[in-house]
Nanobody, 116 residues
Framework: QVQLVESGGGLVQAGGSLRLSCAAS????????MGWYRQAPGKQRELVAQ???????NYAGSVKGRFTISRDNANTAVYLQMSSLKPEDTAVYYC??????????WGQGTRVSVSA
């Protein structure tokens, strides 16, 4: 089992920045990749960014160049630095941990609101 706890969401004006953090505990060694997803009102959950154990990141096209994902070497935390935020970035952001085997784990989510 893996437990994920997010923090860092909030309200920010367009053009501003926020940093999300996700602390992982439990069976850390079973995690192959960690990432962030988001779900806006009335929309499906979508991948924002993901990073593997080899630190190879990938991003959704809509955030590339504005968001940066990183993790600590122990694989106990993953971060999402969000810059140049836009109103369309408003969503609940979820931390995700994908194990080598079995279903993914999810955090409870942290809300990000970007005002115009």
């Amino acid at each position: 089992q893996v437990q994920l706890v997010e923090s860092g969401g909030g309200l920010v004006q367009a053009g501003g920045s926020l940093r999300l953090s996700c602390a992982a505990s439990g069976s850390i060694g079973a995690i192959a990749a960690m990432g962030w997803y988001r779900q806006a009102p009335g929309k499906q959950r979508e991948l924002v960014a993901q990073i593997t154990r080899s630190s190879s990141p990938n991003y959704a096209g809509s955030v590339k160049g504005r968001f940066t994902i990183s993790r600590d070497n122990a694989n106990t935390a993953v971060y999402l630095q969000m810059s140049s935020l836009k109103p369309e970035d408003t969503a609940v952001y979820y931390c995700n941990a994908r194990p080598y085997d079995g279903p993914a784990y999810w955090g409870q989510g942290t809300r990000v609101s970007v005002s115009a």
